[in-house]
């Protein structure tokens, strides 16, 4: 694997040097939601075919594949690596470090949902490993897509500073509730900022409170970049949903409302509000991508170092908001 560096010192990974030669075999780890729509996204491509999925729960895996029409309900992880070339896990959070590693182990390029991992020091030996495999190793952080298509990379210009609000409320099947707010909701918005501005966090402060889990259900950051600041709220215990964000910059600045598609822009940026034509199917696009860097026909889009500088990130807002409702307890 060929480790490249931009301007803002981000590592990027081009194609895998053993490329996969024709149709990439991808087997699902987590037979959920996510793990439904990515079988559905592999089965349909003209690049992959869906080999299976493999659950705790064997009717689970058996309703995806029935779903997906195709593939097989694998009894075990390793018969799974065994059918595969490659594999997603869409599994609970706090569980995807240890399946990362057991499938870069057994050789397999790897996607896995966000975060991946919930320490920056695990999150980086993924990274490593990976790349001392040359397998592809990408996170879903397809977000980024979406800000792409909107033109919010391509403005030549670094904010100053960046606001972000992103509120849900709570889910009706406590789903994503093994970890908290922070790695659950907010650290969409840590990796948009961190690529926003292109530099490394200067300083972090946290703070939050727990509603209706052991863990954090809202929390605050205030981070500081080497070329501005950021303030980003996430909850999962609003009574309304709510996503936005205002982006400031020395030309202007950006507002977004992601849940009406909207932006109200005073910069001279071309900034698109509504992606759905360019880019109607974010994790179909991401999922073509995994494919499109094991069978080396492009750069890996959403590598594991920027999985783990978002799960680093993470890991600090969280530590300082856990220290500030300790000590206001």
Same mark, same amino acid.
């Given at each position: ?7 803002e ?10 490329a ?6 991808v087997g ?6 996510f ?7 592999? *089965?349909?491509? =003209?690049?992959?075919?869906?080999a299976g ?6 009717? &689970?895996?058996?309703? +995806?594949? /029935?779903?997906?029409?195709?593939g ?10 065994d059918?595969?070339?490659?594999v997603?896990?869409a599994?609970p959070a ?5 399946l *990362?590693?057991? =499938?870069?182990?057994?050789g397999?390029?790897?996607l896995?949902e966000?975060?991946l &991992?919930?320490?920056? +020091?695990? /999150?980086?030996?993924l990274a ?6 040359d ?5 879903g ?5 979406v800000?792409e298509a ?11 500073r960046i606001?972000a609000?992103?509120?849900?409320t709570r ?5 994503c509730?093994d970890?908290?707010v ?9 990796d ?5 501005f292109?530099s490394e966090v200067t300083?972090?402060?946290g ?8 863990l954090?259900?809202?929390a605050?950051?205030e981070l500081?970049f080497?070329?501005?600041s950021a303030?980003?709220?996430a909850?999962?215990c609003?009574t ?8 400031e910059?020395a030309?202007?600045?950006?507002e977004i409302?992601?849940l009406t598609?909207?932006v ?8 698109v ?7 109607p199917d974010p ?12 069978q080396g ?10 999985g783990?500088?978002a ?8 530590t300082?908001?856990?220290?500030a409702?300790?000590?206001?307890a």
């Open positions: 694997m060929v480790v490249k560096r931009t301007s010192g981000v590592a990027r990974m081009a194609p895998a040097k053993k996969r030669q024709g149709r990439v075999r699902v780890i987590g037979a959920g939601v793990g439904g729509y990515h079988a559905q996204k592999f *089965a349909n491509s =003209a690049h992959s075919t869906f999925a493999f659950d705790l729960n064997a009717e &689970a895996a058996l309703a +995806v594949c /029935a779903k997906a029409g195709c097989e309900a694998f009894r075990s992880l390793e018969q799974l690596f059918a595969c070339d490659a997603v896990i599994t706090s569980t995807h470090a240890y *990362a590693r057991r =499938a870069l182990e057994a397999k390029h790897t896995v966000k975060p &991992a919930l320490t920056g +020091v695990e /999150a980086r030996s490593k490993l990976a790349l001392e495999r397998l592809v190793l990408q996170v952080h397809q977000e980024r897509l800000f909107m033109g919010l990379f391509a403005t030549g210009e670094r904010p100053k606001e609000v992103r509120m849900n889910s009706p099947d406590g789903r509730e970890v908290s922070v790695f659950d909701l907010m650290i969409h918005d840590l948009l900022a961190a690529e926003l292109g300083a972090v402060a703070d939050g409170h727990r509603a209706h889990t052991r954090l259900d809202q605050a950051a500081e080497a070329n501005g303030t980003l709220i909850s999962r609003a309304v949903r709510e996503r936005r964000m205002k982006i910059y030309s202007g600045t950006v409302d992601f598609r909207t109200k822009n005073s910069t001279p940026f071309n900034i509000a509504d992606v759905s034509k360019i880019l994790l179909r696009a991401a999922d073509e991508a995994f494919v499109a860097a094991i026909r492009a750069a890996s889009r959403i590598t594991g170092g920027v783990a500088r799960a680093a990130m993470a890991e600090t807002v969280e300082g908001a856990m220290v409702v300790s000590a206001a």
